[in-house]
């Protein structure tokens, strides 16, 4: 590319071929890594060019999408998408599902994503010039990221001490990033501002596809419902209906749940929208130069939507005629953790999560909390002086994000990181000796919120260790195809026995031989809705491609790469019950669309207008009991033997024991029979 430059001392504008891209290396764990850079002049010249290429093509609709009938065939009219999203391009989950769409097993999952992709959208207006003005102000309103960040550097270190200077230069580094991940917040806040502003007249849709565990997800990536308050902020349903005797109820209560006050019972939170109307009438009013009471909600733009739908209602000549837009969110009580306890029939625990009627919801968070609590204030009575310390410590934001990801496979080394982070963000004074400390707190905590949950979940941890071992079984197993392979190659030995034990050369045949004794079975199972799930962790070997530049490793994937066992077995459990998950979310949107609903939904968080809450409350219900009162273990271990017979998997036996003595005599006499026949 032509680069130009003036020159100062002439006064001329000189002009040097420069190549447009720039290759250098850089290390990155101590590895030199090849990378490919702009020329600083290229950079420029896009800067100044138009963006219209650069603009995605997976935007919402205008039109409704395509119903799904095919694996691409579906959702856009052009620019096709698959409906299931494959990771990382894995060929047998793509088999799976074209054979489950060719024999129409796929059809209530189909059907289930057309409801979610025709549900009409719409932005906004009163809630996007708020952000509009916001915008321009540059300054950090509710989530938005500020036009610039103020980053206060701490002093460079005056001593010489290698520490002290090596942890100012990572507290640099860090600010740094943080600088840097505000301004991309920006530029990505700003790009959806912009989306929002060209569909501000128009009515839309997402289409949907799902990931390979069923999951739905809209396929216009940067503005959804599934996105950040802003976005969510931003939408309000394309159709609108009356509130009707119980709307306005169900409007004041989600304006509560938005503000943060959503573990009280629903009678208190409608007292709480009232002892706030004054507030909320601001918010609706002066937005930007009132009191801001809507900036302390938990999500600030959704609550002042809310303040605004809820003025308006109230203002109406009759509140039960007013048209309505706004999506009331139902969501699930840790529905990981109400699968579990439906699979295992814990009445405890299904307590917990709201699957047994109480006047108020129930808090499993609070609840686990509290018998930790208990439990370290038995051990402070006893003397142990780290109970002592974390007697008072021990909050229900302490141990939240480890009972929240304890159901989809969290270590326990993973669960003592996310507490120690939590401590660390609570109590910064925290004390640093050898006794007590941020480590030996973390552990101490991490192991008392395990035991709780096992006991108030003891047939969902039962069932969580099964599903655990089952996958441990298939990926250290052989198919009896390979069975029935080496069995072949063992009876038709090679043409020159081996007999002095001399170690061959390894040929050709010998790698295939190998590759094909490698434990290549995955999980799969089928979902209630006839869904193939195929686990797509493998190994998969790079093949090395020599450039004029460098070598590249391409990352190519088959069916005969080795299964990676670890994620296999961390994996099937969480991804077990992602697939639960989404059947019942499918099954109450195709039953909500029966019923004359609108309808979406965020993965456990179900959305439809004020009049119709309970309607799909009691759908919500009815769909969780229909699919719990199958045996969904049951039918899982069934498939299991059908899918796996004939398989056999590596297992660990004692020595000492009757098999593990047989084996060994069987092995001795292996090894000496060479040498008898050749005497």
């Given at each position: 590319m032509n680069v130009f430059r003036d020159d100062p001392d002439r006064g001329e504008q000189l002009r040097e071929s420069q190549p447009a891209f720039i290759h250098y290396f850089r290390y990155i764990s101590g590895k030199p890594i090849g990378m490919l850079g702009f020329n600083k002049a290229l950079l420029e010249m896009l800067a100044m060019s138009s963006t219209r290429a650069a603009m995605p093509r997976h935007l919402p609709m205008i039109v409704e999408p395509k119903s799904w009938t095919g694996f691409r065939d579906g959702g856009y009219l052009s620019n096709s998408v698959p409906v299931v999203r494959l990771k990382g391009h894995d060929p047998q989950a793509k088999a799976y599902a074209q054979t489950a769409i060719a024999r129409g097993d796929m059809a209530q999952v189909f059907a289930g994503l057309d409801v979610l992709s025709k549900t009409p959208w719409r932005i906004n207006r009163p809630i996007f010039e708020v952000m509009a003005e916001a915008w321009n102000t540059g300054d950090a309103i509710a989530n938005m990221a500020p036009e610039n960040p103020s980053i206060e550097l701490p002093p460079k270190p005056t001593e010489d001490d290698v520490s002290s200077r090596y942890k100012w230069m990572m507290e640099i580094k860090r600010l740094s990033n943080a600088k840097h991940g505000k301004k991309s917040e920006r530029c990505f806040q700003?790009?959806?501002?912009?989306?929002?502003?060209?569909?501000?007249?128009?009515?839309?849709?997402?289409?949907?596809?799902?990931?390979?565990?069923?999951?739905?997800?809209?396929?216009?990536?940067?503005?959804?419902?599934?996105?950040?308050?802003?976005?969510?902020?931003?939408?309000?349903?394309?159709?609108?209906?009356?509130?009707?005797?119980?709307?306005?109820?169900?409007?004041?209560?989600?304006?509560?749940?938005?503000?943060?006050?959503?573990?009280?019972?629903?009678?208190?939170?409608?007292?709480?929208?009232?002892?706030?109307?004054?507030?909320?009438?601001?918010?609706?009013?002066?937005?930007?130069?009132?009191?801001?009471?809507?900036?302390?909600?938990?999500?600030?733009?959704?609550?002042?939507?809310?303040?605004?739908?809820?003025?308006?209602?109230?203002?109406?000549?009759?509140?039960?005629?007013?048209?309505?837009?706004?999506?009331?969110?139902?969501?699930?009580?840790?529905?990981?953790?109400?699968?579990?306890?439906?699979?295992?029939?814990?009445?405890?625990?299904?307590?917990?999560?709201?699957?047994?009627?109480?006047?108020?919801?129930?808090?499993?968070?609070?609840?686990?909390?509290?018998?930790?609590?208990?439990?370290?204030?038995?051990?402070?009575?006893?003397?142990?002086?780290?109970?002592?310390?974390?007697?008072?410590?021990?909050?229900?934001?302490?141990?939240?994000?480890?009972?929240?990801?304890?159901?989809?496979?969290?270590?326990?080394?993973?669960?003592?990181?996310?507490?120690?982070?939590?401590?660390?963000?609570?109590y910064p004074d925290f004390p640093n000796t050898s006794a007590v400390n941020y480590g030996s707190s973390s552990y101490y905590v991490a192991s008392k919120v395990f035991g709780a949950l096992a006991n108030m979940f003891k047939g969902a941890h039962d069932i969580q260790y099964w599903l655990g071992d089952c996958a441990s079984r298939i990926c250290r197993s052989l198919t009896q195809e390979q069975i029935e392979t080496i069995a072949r190659r063992a009876e038709g030995k090679s043409k020159t026995e081996n007999q002095f034990r001399l170690t061959p050369l390894q040929s050709a045949d010998d790698k295939k031989n190998k590759e094909f004794e490698a434990f290549i079975s995955t999980v799969i199972w089928t979902t209630p809705l006839r869904m193939p799930v195929v686990h797509p962790y493998r190994k998969v070997a790079d093949r090395r491609v020599s450039t004029n530049l460098q070598t590249i490793g391409i990352a190519a994937p088959s069916l005969s790469s080795p299964v990676d066992k670890r994620r296999q077995l961390q994996a099937f459990p969480p991804n077990f019950i992602h697939s639960l998950d989404a059947t019942h979310m499918i099954l109450s949107a195709l039953k909500c669309t029966e019923k004359g609903l609108t309808f979406a939904a965020v993965h456990d968080s179900f959305w439809t207008h004020a009049s119709d809450v309970d309607v799909m409350n009691g759908i919500l219900r009815e769909s969780f009991i229909k699919m719990h009162s199958e045996n969904v273990v049951g039918r899982l271990a069934a498939e299991f033997r059908a899918r796996y017979k004939g398989s056999m998997y590596l297992a660990s036996v004692k020595k000492l024991s009757t098999v593990g003595k047989k084996i060994q005599k069987w092995r001795l006499q292996a090894r000496l029979k060479p040498r008898f026949e050749s005497s």
């Open positions: 700003n790009f959806q501002l912009e989306v929002a502003r060209a569909y501000l007249d128009e009515t839309f849709y997402f289409p949907h596809n799902i990931d390979f565990r069923g999951r739905a997800y809209p396929t216009a990536p940067f503005l959804n419902h599934m996105g950040a308050d802003l976005c969510r902020g931003l939408l309000i349903f394309g159709r609108g209906k009356e509130l009707g005797d119980t709307g306005l109820t169900w409007l004041k209560i989600h304006l509560s749940n938005l503000s943060g006050f959503d573990k009280a019972s629903f009678e208190d939170r409608i007292r709480f929208v009232g002892y706030n109307l004054d507030n909320i009438y601001d918010s609706a009013s002066n937005p930007l130069k009132g009191r801001r009471w809507w900036l302390r909600a938990e999500d600030p733009w959704q609550c002042l939507a809310a303040c605004m739908e809820l003025k308006n209602a109230l203002e109406s000549p009759d509140p039960r005629k007013f048209i309505s837009h706004m999506p009331i969110h139902q969501d699930g009580s840790c529905n990981g953790l109400q699968h579990y306890a439906a699979l295992g029939g814990d009445i405890i625990g299904a307590g917990q999560v709201n699957l047994e009627p109480g006047n108020r919801p129930a808090d499993v968070y609070t609840g686990v909390a509290e018998i930790v609590k208990a439990e370290i204030a038995k051990d402070a009575e006893h003397g142990l002086e780290l109970a002592k310390i974390l007697r008072e410590k021990v909050t229900r934001k302490v141990v939240k994000q480890t009972v929240m990801t304890n159901v989809y496979g969290v270590t326990f080394y993973g669960a003592t990181r996310q507490i120690r982070r939590q401590l660390e963000d609570l």
